[in-house]
């Protein structure tokens, strides 16, 4: 399986419900290791332009103002397989339908204040590292074999 790298956003009700470390543990246990993290309150136009993709949806407006509402923790996550095994264990968008024991399920508590944003794409994976993260701020980590 191949080495992947994935972006990762602890959302605000993350950081209210003193979750951070709880789903830190999660993915270093799963073997995804954060080569780069950063606490950053995100401005109005820094929201909007990370989810610039969704902007003619109904939800958009309450995202970014969610998003704006206090700080998050982004992440560049490193593993194998890491786009698909860090949605794995987010679970579902909604939380009412994220499998048990995923950490959507565990502690978020609706569609919209859903705890974590991860990459649904290596491309968008890229991306989404390169909005937030200078390549100089990602720590090259080399995985054993
Ligand atoms: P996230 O993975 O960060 O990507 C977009 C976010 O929009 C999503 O998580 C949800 O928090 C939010 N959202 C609100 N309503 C919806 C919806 N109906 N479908 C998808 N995403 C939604």
């Not at 830190?24 to 109005?44: C, D, M, N, T, Y």
């Not at 593993?79 to 579902?92: H, I, Y």
């Not at 909604?94 to 978020?108: E, H, N, S």
């Amino acid at each position: 399986m191949a080495i992947e790298r994935t972006l990762s956003i602890l959302k605000p009700d993350a950081l209210e419900k003193g979750a951070i470390g709880k789903i830190i543990s999660r993915f270093e246990q799963a073997g995804l290791i954060p080569i780069g993290v950063r606490l950053q309150h995100l401005s109005k136009s820094e929201a909007e332009g990370f989810y610039a993709v969704h902007k003619e949806r109904p939800f958009f407006k309450d995202l970014v103002s969610f998003m704006m509402s206090g700080p998050v923790v982004l992440m560049c996550l490193q593993g194998e397989n890491a786009v698909l095994k860090n949605r794995e264990l987010m679970g579902a968008t909604d939380p009412k339908k994220a499998d048990p024991g995923t950490i959507r399920a565990d502690f978020a508590k609706s569609i919209d204040a859903n705890t974590v944003h991860g990459s649904d794409s290596l491309e968008n994976a890229k991306n989404e590292i390169a909005y937030f993260f200078r390549s100089t701020e990602l720590f090259e980590y080399s995985h054993k074999k």
